[in-house]
């Protein structure tokens, strides 16, 4: 890993640990759990608006809300698990520690410059120029190498056994996931007539936290690219395995598997796995901002793409809503 930039001391090598000593992980999270996340982050993070459009809007034939997750502190959803997680824990002298496509790992840095800690990040090569700098500017330490998350994450383990810094996993730790259902927590009070709601999906996080939360009260649509399908693979081979990582949404949902935590969360609750192209995904991202001047990255238009694509076709009388779950993108890639 080649280190791109940093700020503050380097985190000290406090003590070894065995990675086979941590404890395992517990089960996905409860709704107490997740009531208990909202109020454990509320000092740190937006409740953000809804905007409901009638079918006039979208050409469809049911209403549609959509959850301006984007809207978050960093622009993504990310800093809801983050900063649950973080204060959830008993962080050590050496900080905290995660690997990142970008979007997890600027909510770790933020969280991090914001409870006055330490944090080292991990990125994959291909993470956007302007999502490192963002990283950077927080005062973290950032570490660059590898082709995918997974290359990413395998450092940032390493190092977090080597200096006992707090690893804060970007989408299969109940504490994120968790911090992730706070979003279905406000949905239901924003929107509690909604009969469906599609999420992107990556790691699962996402997924795995509003599913947590809304259980059997809601039918949730996975929705992933072609490129990068981590629920659709597992869903055909019965496990968490890896999948491709690659297409114009890999920066925030290609990750190499499904966590095992959302890969439980679909066990238990279910839910639609879709998949669809990138062409459709870019369409979807030019839609929001022509339509409603809203800026989403594409991994954050993702989930959109199925409605407005006809991946996924929306029964008579239903009420679906929708999380645009992230905006960190070049805005001339989206208006230009």
Known sequence: MAETGRGGKRPPVVRC?????????????TQDDIRAAADRIAPHIRRTPVIRLDPADTGLAVPVTLKLEQLQVTGSFKPRGAF??????????????????????????????????NAEIYVPGPTPEAKKKRIMDTGAWVYVGGKVYEH??????????????????????????AGQGTIGLELEQQAPDLTHLLVAVGGGGLYGGIASWYQDRIHMVLVEPEACPTMFVAVMTGAPTDAPTDGVAADSLGA??????????????????????????LKAQRWLWDRLRVVAEPGGATALAALLGGAWKPPKDAHVGVVICGANCDPGTVSG
């Open 152 to 177: 990413a994450r395998v450092a940032a383990e390493a190092r977090a056994a080597e200096t006992g810094a707090l690893m804060v996993h970007a989408y299969d730790q109940e504490e994120v996931l």
């Open 256 to 281: 190499r598997r499904i966590g095992s935590l959302a890969f439980a969360t679909m066990k238990q609750w279910g839910g639609n796995s879709v998949v669809l192209s990138d062409d459709s995904i």
């Open 17 to 29: 640990r065995d990675p086979a000593a941590v404890p395992p992980s517990r089960p996905m999270p």
């Open 84 to 117: 649950n997680r973080i204060l959830s824990a008993e962080v050590p002298e050496a900080g905290v520690i995660a690997a990142s496509g970008g979007n997890h790992g600027l909510a770790v840095a933020h969280a991090a410059k914001t409870l006055k800690m």
